[in-house]
């Protein structure tokens, strides 16, 4: 299980989360990240601003702790990657690696996540 490791940056405060190369990303467990519906809108608001954002600024409908374990969930089986700049976690798509993989995936999921908000109303 991936765990929190010094960066380069300790001596400034930086620390760097370990992520999944991407030769280790299996599809399998892409899916399972991307089957939880938090999840799933987690990676839509990320694809949707296309740059990094903050934990914080990803509101979600669930306690802090659960938000954690969601990131964390996502980071561990390479849909994001994570890291601190000062205190707060910054997260982006990792779209590069997971259209290598798997061409042609996430831009699905998320226009199948876009008509099926259509479909239920902003879901």
């Known amino acids: ?3 929190e490791t010094p960066s380069a940056g300790t001596a400034t405060g930086t620390r760097a989360l ?14 399972h990240a991307l089957a939880d519906p938090m999840r799933l809108r987690i990676v839509c608001r990320l694809a949707a601003v296309r740059t990094e954002l903050n934990c914080a600024d990803i509101e979600l409908p669930v306690s802090r702790s659960t938000c954690t374990h969601h990131f964390r969930v996502l980071r561990e089986n390479g849909v994001i990657q994570q890291i601190y700049r000062g205190t707060a976690k910054m997260n982006a798509l990792r779209t590069e690696d997971l259209d290598a993989l798997f061409p042609g995936l996430i831009e699905g999921v998320l226009r199948a996540a876009g008509l099926q908000a259509d479909r239920l109303g902003g879901e």
């Open 1 to 3: 299980m991936p765990t």
């Open 18 to 31: 370990e992520h999944p190369r991407r030769e280790d990303i299996r599809l399998a467990e892409v899916l």
